[in-house]
């Protein structure tokens, strides 16, 4: 929209009234001709009205919640007879200020540009634990003047806390997948009607090993050694008997040790004393294994002489400017020489969301998702070090923003279905797209990864003003529900009721298909009781505020 003023004119009034129309898609309600022929369509805006009954306007629900000051008032879209309007003044007739039902038509825009939370953390939605750690969730939503925030976070269905945060612990699940959602809303009291915006859905799948992941004691960080001179590190720590013995059942190999290392088994120590040749950085990889249990640790080791005369600083090779569209893959590999054939350590800096680097074979990859295109380019600065002289190189990454499809999506699915579980973010990126068709593409693409878990989205989408969309998630949330069993869902199935009973009014004048998710319940067989007749008490509760 485009907002155009005069300078003469009072400029906060009418620019926040002309906001109104290109912002809000609000209409005007002041009048200017006094005779119409009765008019037979409804208006779009949405405080305008022709229907003269209060109880089945586009705004009852306020007229419910706000008694004696919202009603159905005559005179609006510039027509004295047939429109209402929704209050006596308002900003978009004369007044000073909006009206509820344009206040809130003007949150609710807001609410559709702006996603209502972000640092979730981890980003990544796959994680992987042992048998016996323990795992940080959080989220931060956006500050709302008036505004607050709910978190109610359901694993495998059931809920496990609420909050903004919540911590995992493995030795509380069995060993397998289970998944993680966080079932996010924001309220306002000038939102009544909030549709699918002000909600939110993420979801983490969390592989749990049933091995107990080795910890050793040695740093996980650059150490440095001298030419000539014995380095000693501590691998396990076998200062009480107890460790000792527990020390006893472990393998512990170097898988790249450079010459004249070894590994002194009785101590846990790891021993070495560089020669002038195999001076530089050197990572180096330990494989520490208790039965079939196996992990991968590194060790960085600056090794310099003793006096430092000349030294030549590495060499990174140049690597041109790349180019990405979200959604697809990019990799590509940091060469490195090193004029005094020192051994050279690669690290990076500046890493963006969702990028790896190897640094053991210089490998970067990375899968941009739908919130990470931008006109500036991403500069990553990879950092070369021979244990004496550092020097950097940044790559400069342009992701162009892409159309989002079905076929997109269903790509980084099977990307995720390959080993790159991590994408699974980026498919939940289409549940707050524009397009409808695609939000419920998105809700199918999830549903085939996350199963029976996405029916708190369900309910979600069956809020929006899209009828074809609530119908279609109903539908979804009907079979999920008919599906479900005793054991594996009833949690779940309660959860998701709960949040109809409190939005009925809501819901029901959306979806038409509502019934069909309470029927779904209610016929359930494999259902608990108690499921069963609180869906039959809420499809008979009459609908109100």
């Not at 009418?14 to 037979?40: N, S, W």
């Not at 919640?65 to 919202?70: C, D, I, M, R, S």
């Not at 495998?156 to 911590?167: A, E, N, Q």
């Not at 790159?420 to 990864?449: F, N, P, Q, W």
């Amino acid at each position: 929209g485009i907002v155009t003023v005069t300078r003469k004119t009072s400029i906060n009034r009418v620019v926040r009234h002309e906001l109104g129309h290109a912002f809000g898609g609000l209409a005007d309600e002041y009048v200017e001709f006094q005779c119409q022929k009765t008019p037979t369509q409804e208006p779009l805006y949405p405080n305008v009205t022709i229907e003269n009954d209060p109880k089945k306007c586009k705004w009852n629900y306020w007229i419910k919640a706000a008694k004696n000051k919202v009603g159905l008032y005559e005179g609006a879209y510039c027509f004295a007879k047939h429109h209402y309007r929704p209050e006596k003044q308002c900003l978009m007739r004369s007044g000073e200020k909006f009206c509820r039902v344009c206040r809130e038509a003007m949150m609710m825009q807001c609410y559709r540009y702006a996603d209502v939370v972000r640092n979730i953390k981890p980003l990544c939605s796959h994680i992987e634990m042992d048998s016996n750690s323990s795992r940080y969730f959080s989220y931060k939503p956006y500050k709302v003047s008036g505004g607050g925030a709910e978190g109610v976070w359901l694993l495998d269905g059931k809920t496990y806390s609420t909050g903004s945060s919540c911590r995992v612990f493995s030795s509380r699940l069995n060993p397998g997948r289970h998944v993680l959602a966080l079932v996010f809303r924001h309220k306002h009291p000038s939102v009544l009607r909030g549709e699918e915006y002000l909600e939110r859905t993420f979801f983490w799948e969390i592989d749990v090993s049933d091995q107990r992941k080795i910890l050793p004691v040695f740093p996980q960080y650059k150490v440095f050694a001298k030419i000539g001179e014995l380095y000693e590190q501590q691998i396990m720590d076998i200062s009480t008997p107890e460790r000792k013995a527990a020390a006893a059942d472990l393998k512990v190999e170097c898988l790249n040790p450079p010459e004249g290392a070894v590994i002194d088994i009785p101590s846990m120590k790891f021993r070495w004393r560089p020669h002038t040749w195999q001076r530089g950085a050197h990572l180096l990889q330990f494989r520490i294994s208790q039965g079939k249990q196996s992990d991968i640790y590194l060790l960085r080791v600056c090794v310099s002489p003793k006096k430092i005369i000349n030294n030549d600083s590495p060499i990174i090779f140049f690597a041109p400017k790349k180019s990405i569209e979200e959604g697809s893959a990019l990799a590509f590999k940091i060469q490195v020489i090193d004029l005094d054939y020192d051994d050279v350590f690669i690290d990076v800096e500046n890493l963006p969301e969702g990028a790896e680097f190897d640094s053991i074979t210089g490998e970067f990859t990375w899968i941009p998702g739908f919130f990470q295109g931008r006109d500036e380019d991403y500069k990553v600065v990879f950092k070369a070090t021979d244990g004496i002289n550092e020097v950097k190189r940044a790559v400069k990454i342009r992701v162009r923003d892409t159309c989002v499809s079905k076929e997109t999506l269903r790509n980084l699915m099977m990307l995720a279905e390959n080993g790159h579980k991590s994408v699974m973010r980026h498919v939940e990126y289409g549940l707050i797209t524009y397009d409808a068709g695609l939000r419920m593409d998105a809700l199918e693409i999830l549903r085939e990864y996350y199963g029976d878990s996405v029916l708190v989205d369900c309910l979600r989408l069956m809020k929006s003003r899209n009828t074809s969309l609530a119908n279609s998630a109903a539908d979804m949330a009907a079979d999920i529900i008919a599906r479900s069993n005793l054991a594996e869902r009833d949690g779940l199935v309660r959860f998701c009721l709960k949040a109809i009973a409190q939005d009925l009014w809501e819901i029901r004048d959306r979806c038409p298909n509502l019934d069909k998710v309470l029927d779904a319940a209610a016929d359930n067989e494999n259902l608990s009781t108690k499921n069963r007749k609180y869906a039959e008490k809420i499809k008979l509760r009459k609908v109100g505020l």
